[in-house]
């Protein structure tokens, strides 16, 4: 079965994972100093799973998909992760956009020195 992504330029707005901890959807940004790497990467499987199984009736779940596999490299979007959408865009020939840098709008703040 061949699938087709076409390219959406924002996420979309009212799935499931709306009113849940954003944490959730990046479980392996959440670094501690704690030396206990294998309660954090248990911990990270746990969310992975979680968001996941959030992602897997959401009625957005091929718009955030096709959303992530241009903009996306990090967290669970459209119930994948970051290896499975690596694996989506090799498959099917897809580049991610690159991202303008932040460049912030009006005065500098000043020294209060």
């Known amino acids: 079965m061949a699938i087709g992504y076409v390219r959406v330029d924002s996420p979309p707005i009212g ?3 709306v ?10 940004a959440e670094r501690t100093n704690n030396r206990d790497f294998s309660a954090q990467y248990r911990k990270a499987g746990e969310n992975t799973i979680t968001a996941k199984a959030i992602c897997e009736d959401c ?7 096709n959303y ?16 499975e ?6 498959k099917y020939n897809i580049l991610m ?3 303008e840098p932040f460049i912030p709008v009006g005065p500098r ?5």
């Open 15 to 17: 799935g499931n994972c």
């Open 19 to 28: 009113g849940h901890d954003v944490k959730m959807w990046f479980p392996h």
């Open 59 to 65: 009625p957005q779940k091929v718009d955030c998909l």
């Open 68 to 83: 992530a596999l241009y903009h996306e490299m990090f967290g669970i979007w459209g119930g994948t992760t970051e290896r």
């Open 85 to 90: 959408r690596k694996l989506l865009r090799k």
């Open 97 to 99: 956009i690159q991202r």
């Open 109 to 113: 703040p000043r020294n209060n020195k």
